[in-house]
């Protein structure tokens, strides 16, 4: 049979050729189908047959011969877009192996848009011609009087016949007598062009050397990473913008990953300021339709600038010329569920896959990007000045055990009296308290019970506003008692310790006049509800601010001059081995906030241990030694970035089974240990069961350069898992609840 539109080149496969294929559902393992007509190309994505059902799948290779050709089943289709690239496919296969992700999981994360394989995008318009009618009806002279009325722009169908309020025949007759024209337009429309040149902004020297830097990398062409580091403030986002423009001016794609939606909202007018258009948007809160739009504008190298959020980094670039990842310490660029991948990671390893250059932005970088600059593995730019402030806020330590706050409450006297001048002086404050909810704990006067979830291992959290208690683990909630559960004693259950929502009430006591606002993730109905109370406070909508993490998410506060932080300690607790350098960074970020513009700020810690190294290192602003005590200590006991490490966990609803699982695994660590890692464990997890299932973990550590991917595959085949016990396996381990 003959082609009208032969391919331009030929396919990698003949029609018939068998040919592997990965499958974007079912299990873990290259299938072989039979190439469709016209052939098909390696990178093809495709529908085929699995079972009963019809699949998404990619032409990986050649047939693997596992199946007898007689048996070979036919590819349903070839999706109408492009194949993945080479490059493309390599990052996937590589991912995979890196996080020990089935390809099947990968290849899903790497086609999450709606519509794919449906036939050219396109939805049917209809304008006048110019022609006249044989007869002018009054319903016919309305549907012309809609084109007055609108302008001559087209409309589709039904849509012309709803705004000339006629049925849809009469559209059908003016269209058989050639009065209306049919016409095909785009259903995705394009994205408007991005015009690196439209509105550079004036940089500060330091910014404009750093700035040339980056530029300098994205032109060179090839693979990069640098750290951008810059303190609250000093201007980074103006800095990686002319990195985006310089891969823009080439040509070439670029991405921004930022750690929060609700930052994204600001960030877009920040770079339609600059380019003089909107990027494209890649995150949960995209639609599906702009989900597709944006899939298949990025696969055809149309959308230049996409931000988005981590899943952004498996979209299909054509030509990726740069990676930015904004706030890279964040600890929202690990993926916890499903496939457990750190996108900071991931981004280099995309980068150096597709010869792009990779900007790594953050005031309090994590340890591991630091000791890559260290080492000389990344380049690293420092931009010392707050962009038009002169200084950092003064920073004091509140010892709590010589200045302790009353009994049952938490603001000590000298965070108090600060917070009374500030307001005073018709300033903004903020308290800062890494906790939602009214109190941690609820607890019976009587019998010392305390109120836990039915489903996890947790204490349930008291949330006021909401009248319930929650499970901050799995989201149950269930009524506040007024009689203690265990003991029946009426009126004894008390609320212990401090959330955001029991601090406002202490601040309302102590400050009657002042406007206080809360700022909490569980508080905003969503993302653009979010930005629109920031910005309501941000204007000065509020005297007092009360807030959880999310303040520390480089928000600017104009009117903010003081920060308190109301328990340091918090993050300190718990055997995580990151809890120095998280508390370093959350605190460093919040502190931050204080004095921009013109007004000087300062910052208040309230602390048990201002003699603890994270706590010091805050205070006195000497982030270098902290780091360097942070890394020895790491180094000496061979863990992250020093060493490597996996956490296992195995989990089941049934708690015997579970447990033998992962006996099983320990039992089993001889390929482990040969690859010259270490296994600990079982033990019960921190938090030992949620949503009713059991959590057992296991850790395993190995010298920097082992082969650990490999044997824990290995190990993890070696042991038989029961269909209702999981086994996952967290390379780099961010988390150990
Ligand atoms: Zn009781
Ligand atoms: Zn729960």
């Not at 950092?392 to 009296?417: K, S």
């Amino acid at each position: 049979m003959e082609h009208l539109n032969p391919p331009l080149e030929p396919p990698d496969f003949a029609p018939g050729d068998p040919v592997a294929v990965v499958t974007a559902e079912g299990l873990d393992r290259l299938l072989d189908y039979r190439a469709p007509e016209g052939g098909a190309r390696l990178g093809a994505l495709v529908e085929v047959p699995l079972g009963p059902r019809r699949v998404l799948g990619m032409v990986w290779g050649p047939g693997t011969g596992d199946c007898a050709p007689d048996k070979l089943r036919d590819i349903g289709r070839v999706l109408d877009c492009a194949p993945m690239r080479p490059a493309m496919r390599a990052f996937l296969a590589r991912a995979a192996d890196y996080t020990l992700t089935p390809l099947t999981v990968m290849l899903r994360l790497a086609t999450r848009a709606p519509g794919l394989g449906a036939p050219p995008a396109a939805r049917p318009l209809l304008r006048l011609s110019g022609a006249a009618p044989d007869r002018l009806t009054p319903a016919r002279a309305r549907v012309l009087a809609a084109f007055a009325e609108f302008g001559n722009l087209g409309f589709a169908p039904q849509e012309l016949a709803r705004l000339a309020g006629v049925s849809t025949a009469v559209v059908k007759g003016l269209e058989a007598q050639g009065v209306l024209l049919r016409e095909v337009a785009p259903r995705d429309p394009p994205y408007p062009a991005l015009d690196q040149a439209a509105a550079p902004r004036p940089l500060s020297p330091a910014q404009g050397e750093a700035a040339a830097a980056l530029r300098a990398a994205v032109g060179a062409g090839g693979y990069s990473t640098t750290l951008l580091k810059g303190v609250t403030g000093s201007g980074k986002t103006e800095v990686y913008l002319e990195a985006v423009a310089e891969a823009l001016a080439r040509g070439r794609q670029a991405l921004v990953l930022l750690p929060e939606i609700a930052l994204s909202v600001e960030f877009l007018d920040r770079v339609e300021a600059r380019f003089g258009a909107r990027p494209a948007e890649w995150h949960s809160g995209v639609t599906q339709a702009a989900r597709r739009r944006a899939w298949r504008a990025v696969a055809a190298g149309e959308a230049r600038l996409v931000v988005g959020a981590r899943s952004a980094l498996f979209l299909p670039f054509r030509d990726l010329g740069l990676i930015v990842v904004d706030e890279e310490h964040d600890g929202s660029y690990k993926q916890e569920d499903g496939a457990l991948y750190n996108a900071r990671d991931m981004a280099v390893l995309r980068a150096s896959i597709e010869g792009a250059a990779v900007v790594l932005a953050s005031a309090t970088p994590s340890l591991e990007t630091w000791a890559n600059a260290e080492a000389g593995k990344y380049a690293r730019l420092d931009l010392p000045e707050r962009f038009g402030v002169a200084e950092l806020p003064a920073m004091a330590a509140v010892d709590l055990r010589l200045d302790p706050p009353e009994q049952g409450r938490w603001i000590a006297p000298t965070l108090e009296r600060a917070v009374g001048e500030r307001l005073a002086a018709g300033e903004q404050a903020l308290l800062f308290l890494n906790r939602r909810g009214y109190a941690p704990l609820t607890i019976c006067r009587a019998c010392g019970h305390q109120v836990g979830c039915d489903q996890c291992d947790a204490r349930m959290v008291e949330h006021r506003f909401r009248h319930r208690l929650v499970c901050h683990q799995c989201g149950a909630t269930k009524p506040i008692p007024s009689a203690c559960p265990s003991c029946k004693a009426e009126g004894r259950m008390t609320a212990l310790g401090p959330g955001v929502e029991r601090l406002a009430e202490e601040a309302a006591a102590l400050w009657p006049g002042a406007r206080i606002a809360i700022l909490s993730s569980d508080l905003a109905e969503g993302p653009r509800a979010l930005k629109a109370r920031i910005d309501e406070i941000a204007g000065g909508g509020a005297d007092l601010v009360i807030g959880t993490q999310i303040v520390s998410k480089g928000h600017n506060f104009p009117h903010l001059t003081l920060v308190g932080v109301i328990d340091a300690d918090l993050g300190l607790q718990g055997g995580d081995l990151r809890a120095a350098e998280k508390t370093f960074q959350l605190i460093r970020q919040v502190a931050g906030r204080a004095g921009r513009a013109e007004r000087p700020g300062a910052a208040l810690i309230q602390t048990h241990q201002p003699e603890h190294p994270a706590i010091r290192a805050i205070l006195t602003g000497d982030d270098e030694g902290f780091w360097r005590a942070e890394a020895a200590a790491r180094a000496r006991a061979g863990v992250p970035p020093y060493g490597r490490l996996a956490g296992i966990v195995v989990t089941g609803a049934d708690e015997a089974r579970t447990w033998e699982v992962a006996r099983a695994l320990a039992r089993a660590a001889g390929p482990l240990h040969a690859a010259g890692a270490e296994l600990w464990g079982p033990a019960p997890a921190p938090i030992a069961r949620i949503r009713g299932r059991h959590r057992v973990r296991l850790l395993a550590r190995a010298p920097k350069g082992a082969p650990l991917q490999a044997a824990l595959r290995a190990w993890a085949a070696s042991v038989p898992v029961p269909g209702n016990v999981r086994v996952s396996i967290d390379i780099d381990p961010q988390s150990f609840f």
